[in-house]
């Protein structure tokens, strides 16, 4: 089992940025590849952004390209999505994903792909 818990979401005005953390416990973190997903209200959750196990893979969707980016701290556990350029259809809840990976660049953008999910965080922007 992997616990995932996110923390870093807020109000900011369109134009600014927040950077979202997900702390991860209960499994050794460097065999995980990790994902950002997000889901606004009456929409689906989507896929934001994935990094491979070994950091060396990244994705990410086309609305977020050039704004957003993913990293991950295996020292901490922790794996980040700094938002820059905030838009107002930014707005939703920020899960982050977890899935054990066959290999360690795969990345998985997928969201059947995923075992195990935090609670979410929210992010607001206002315009």
């Known amino acids: 089992q992997v616990q995932l818990v996110e923390s870093g979401g807020g109000l900011v005005q369109a134009g600014g940025s927040l950077r979202l953390s997900c702390a991860a416990s209960?499994?050794?973190?460097?065999?995980?590849?990790m994902g950002w997903f997000r889901q606004a209200p009456g929409k689906e959750r989507e896929f934001v952004s994935a990094?491979?196990?070994?950091?060396?893979?990244?994705s990410y969707a086309d609305s977020v390209k050039g704004r957003f980016t993913i990293s991950r701290d295996g020292a901490k556990n922790t794996v980040y999505l700094q938002m820059n350029s905030l838009k107002p259809e930014d707005t939703a809840v920020y899960y982050c994903?977890?899935?054990?990976?066959?290999?360690?660049?795969?990345?998985?953008?997928?969201?059947?792909?995923?075992?195990?999910w935090g609670q979410g965080t929210q992010v607001t922007v206002s315009s």
């Open positions: 994903a977890a899935q054990e990976a066959r290999r360690g660049f795969n990345v998985y953008v997928g969201r059947g792909s995923y075992a195990y």
């Open positions: 990094v491979s196990a070994s950091g060396g893979s990244t």
């Open positions: 209960g499994r050794t973190f460097s065999m995980y590849a």
